[in-house]
């Protein structure tokens, strides 16, 4: 069975961003698994795969846009010390914060100025080309429910809505 549309595909992947560091992988034994054409990953990694099949290997090369964005400057804001509650965040640490509807919304402390500090509301890996090792696992058809939900129930997986 080959990778299409509708399809669950169970991926190993190794992430990095060009200088072979990796930055993100699967657990080994614990493939990603996703619905091929769902969004359930980066459209320009879904698009490689289609028409892979089990066993198959690739080398991906995902640009920005293809992938998590470019990067936006107006994400870059600056927010009152206070906003922090007298605790002052790390550098390079990401955060989470309440948005109007109460999403939950990741940042990056950029900076810590006197006054104010640097956050980046993009997502980390915005304006980043990624580099993907991929060996695919399992191609197998999406059950009823996995359809309807648009995501992978994992085998063994607890899964509540
Ligand atoms: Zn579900």
């Given at each position: 069975m080959k990778i299409a549309n509708g399809l669950v595909v169970g991926v190993d992947y190794k992430l990095h961003l060009g200088d072979g560091d990796i930055?993100?992988?699967?657990?080994?034994?614990?493939?990603?698994?996703y619905i091929q054409g769902a969004g359930n990953i980066v459209p320009g990694l879904e698009r490689a795969l289609e028409g892979l099949g089990k066993?198959?290997?690739?080398q991906v090369i995902v640009t920005a846009e293809d992938g998590y964005g470019a990067h936006d400057?107006?994400?870059?804001?600056e927010v009152p010390k206070e906003a922090f509650g007298g605790e002052l965040p790390e550098v390079g640490h990401q955060y989470t914060a309440r948005g109007p509807e109460g999403e939950v919304v990741?940042?990056?402390?950029?900076?810590?100025?006197?006054e104010v500090v640097v956050v980046d509301l993009n997502h980390p890996l915005a304006g980043q080309e990624?580099?993907?090792?991929?060996?695919?696992?399992?191609?197998?058809?999406?059950t009823d429910?996995?359809?309807?939900h648009g995501h992978v129930h994992e085998p063994g997986g607890h899964h509540h809505h």
């Open positions: 930055v993100d992988a699967s657990e080994p034994g614990s493939p990603l698994y066993d198959d290997t690739k400057p107006q994400g870059v804001q990741p940042f990056v402390v950029k900076e810590i100025k006197p990624l580099h993907f090792d991929i060996a695919i696992r399992e191609v197998r058809e999406a429910e996995e359809k309807e």
